[in-house]
């Protein structure tokens, strides 16, 4: 079993900034990989960005390249999602995933096998 609890959303202007943090516990952190995915209301969960067990290897939504960096510290069992120039079009709940390890970053739902809470982000206009 693992778990998986994020923190750091909240509200922010656009154009702004946030640096969610996901902290994992009851499971080999570093010989996971690990996911950010959103949901907007009424939308299906889409993947954010992903980052392999070693932290190596990432992968990005065309939707936020350039504009988010995921990153981990295996000492402190975290994953981070930085976003900068936030829209408000990624007003969603983030959520934090963890999965098999594998060289090359998952990018689809069905890949993960834990799943955190969710933290909320808005962005305002």
Request: charged share 20%; aromatic share 10%; glycine share 12%.
């Amino acid at each position: 079993q693992v778990q998986l609890v994020e923190s750091g959303g909240g509200l922010v202007q656009a154009g702004g900034s946030l640096r969610l943090s996901c902290a994992a516990s009851g499971r080999t952190f570093s010989r996971s990989n690990m996911g950010w995915f959103r949901q907007a209301p009424g939308k299906e969960r889409t993947f954010v960005s992903a980052i392999n067990w070693r932290g190596g290897d990432t992968a990005y939504a065309d939707s936020v390249k350039g504009r988010f960096t995921i990153s981990r510290d295996n000492a402190k069992n975290t994953v981070y999602l930085q976003m900068n120039t936030l829209k408000p079009e990624d007003t969603a709940v983030y959520y934090c995933a963890a999965g098999d390890r594998s060289i090359i970053p998952q990018i689809g739902v069905r890949q993960y096998d834990y799943w955190g809470q969710g933290t909320q982000v808005t962005v305002s206009s």
